[in-house]
Each structure stands twice: as structure tokens, then as C-alpha cells.
């Protein structure tokens, strides 16, 4: 029996790859191995519980403080002795982490074919999103089987010329998505529950008031730029008081630093701890709209039919902005808070329910194709 190991280590990782694992499994041709490298060990807990998997591998590779480098280089040296112990037949990796770039260079390394999903995406800008741009671009070169989320990922890929075998499939995060809509969105009264378990977002349960979500994280916006989005919100929030704006807090110290200092001991303004895939995927469904420097919740939020105002200067999801939910505002103050005002005045949002036949990154079913694909590659 063919043996495939499926690499994740950070929370976006475990929810886009979680269909493809059970995509694998449900062919019951492979012997499936899920190694979690814990790049993100805080964020990912339970996000693998969610979808009722468990890591076959922990490698821990997080070290406090740690700098980029030294993240990469343990995590290369890790991958390296779990693919020497287990001797799989393909890696499969997933989009523009760390993680995923260590593991495509430890199989590399040692002749294992590479599988990565949601390749081809592309700003062109190796600063943005950094390092992930150029991740993504390494991956592409190394992997055997590069499965594109859409035409425009192909066309990418295409114009790399990337000989290797390149698929369109869709985002598996439409997957996901649709996976909790039906068993968990689109159930009122799981909704309600949810939503008094969530005991740090009093204010948003108590008074029902209308709320946006915000999530920021990504490392080109420390420093300056994050501050000029933190005051765009602080003005949107203080003129719009009969909004909340939730902001689950990044665990990063700097983060959260700034984020209390702009934001902490404003009335309608919720700082609370990330929450759980489920937790999340309630807020983004229900929340008039967000704003989120985060790659996931572009894709999420076209999904949920939420517009998202996008924290950064690139994006490598251009098919969001052409669907008209997504508004590239980097981190341009002015920007933020005219968006802002107009998303508040007049809620544009077509329904609440989930997008598929309209939806850019797919229709729901882009692991079938991936399991498809990794079958008739390994001969199984």
C-alpha cells in the first residue's frame, strides 16, 4: 500500500487540508500519515479535533523568539528525519507557510515526489506577503503535482513554465466552509449555543448589536502600517458606536501591544482571544463585514458572501476583488474608514447563506479532485 504523508503545522494548513485527508481516506488506497510540524501550535490546537483527525507525527519545531531562519532550518531538518523514518511515497503540502516550503525541499531533498496544494497563486512581490510569496514560488518549482485553486493559479503556473503535472481544482477551503455551514451554520439553534459559549464577546451577545470582525497578523504590516489600520478602526469604532468590532487577538506579544494601545478601553471595541475554526467561521458568517490582512479569509469570506476589507498592498486572490466582496486597502487610513463608513450605511451583503455557484475559488469539491489525481499519479 502506498503511503502518503500530509504535512501541516499552522492553523490556516489543518482547515484547508483536513477534506483532502478525509478525500485520501475515503479512496482507502493510501496508508494516510498527517505530520504536524507545530509551527503554529497554539492557533492549531483543536482545529484537527474539529474535522476528527489526529497527527500521526508532532515534530514541535517552535522555539520562543525564534528568528525565521532558525524556524526554517529546524523544520527542514525535522521533516528530513520523518521522511527518512517513514519512507512515503508523496508529500503533500499546502500553500505558502513555512512548513510547507521545509517539507518541499526536505522530499526534494531525497527523491519523494511533492505534492502542493493551492499553488500558483502570485503577487510577484517577493516583499508581499513575505516570506510567503517566495514560498509559494519554491514550492512550485519542486512540486511533481501542482494543484491550482483556479484558471488564473493554472494560467500562473503555465507562464512559469512548470512542466510538472498542474491541476485546476478550486480552493479546498470552499470545502471546509461548506462542510461547517451544513453541520454547524445553518443550524439556528447550534448558532444560538455558540454564541453564549463565547463568554469574552458579552457585549456582542447581550445587546444583538451588529458587529465587524477584524483579524490582522501578517508580518509586512508591524510597525507603521499597523498602526495606521489600528487608527482607522479606532476612528470607525468611536463614530460608529451603536457597532461592535470584534478583534480576536493574534497571540503575537507585538500584536498585542499595539492593539491594546489603540484600541483598548473603547466601549463598543471587543478584544478578545482567537477563536476556534468554528467560533471564526460563526463571526465571519454573521458580521456585517471584516477587515483581515489574512489570505484564508479572503477566500472565507467570498464564501459567506461577507466583503472583507483587505489589510494589505498585494493580493494573490484577485479573483475576490473581481467578485466585488473583496476592497484592497493596504494600510491607507483614509481608505479604511470611507470603505468602513459605506459597508456600515449601506450593508451590501446578498445573503448570509453559502456561495458556491457564483463563488471564484470553487464550487466545494476541489479534494474529490485532488484524491483523483494523487490516485492515478501513484498507480493505486
Known sequence: MKTVAVVVGTRPEAIKMAPVI????????FSVRVVNTGQHRE?????????????????EVMKEGQSLASLTSRA????????KREQPDLVMVHGDTTTAMAAGLAAFYQGVPVGHVESGLRTRNLKAPFPEELNRQILGRIA???????????????????????FMTGNTVVDSASWVYKNYLS???????????????????????????IT??????????????????????????????VFPVHPNPNIRKLAGAFLHGIANVALCEPKDYLEFSLLLQGCIFAISDSGGVQEEGVTFNTPVLVAREDTERPEGLASGLLHLVGSNREEILRLGQQLIDNPSRPTKSLNLDSNPFGDGRASERIAIAV???LGA
Open 375 to 377: 490516485r492515478e499519479f
Open 22 to 29: 478525509h478525500a485520501l481516506q475515503a479512496l482507502d488506497e
Open 187 to 213: 443550524n439556528e439553534k447550534w448558532r444560538q449555543e455558540k454564541t453564549r459559549e463565547m463568554s469574552d464577546l458579552d457585549a456582542l451577545r447581550e445587546t444583538e448589536k451588529q458587529f465587524v470582525l
Open 144 to 166: 511533481d503535482l501542482n494543484f491550482a485553486p483556479t484558471e488564473w493559479a493554472l494560467d500562473n503556473l503555465v507562464a512559469e513554465s512548470v512542466n510538472q503535472k498542474i
Open 43 to 59: 492557533l492549531l490546537a483543536g482545529v484537527l479535533e474539529i474535522f476528527g483527525l489526529t497527527a500521526d507525527s508532532s515534530l
Open 76 to 83: 527542514i531538518l525535522a521533516l528530513e528525519e520523518e521522511i
Open 216 to 245: 490582522l497578523h501578517r508580518r509586512e504590516n508591524h510597525g507603521d502600517a499597523f498602526s495606521e489600520i489600528l487608527s482607522a478602526i479606532r476612528s470607525l469604532a468611536e463614530e460608529n458606536p451603536q457597532i461592535v468590532f
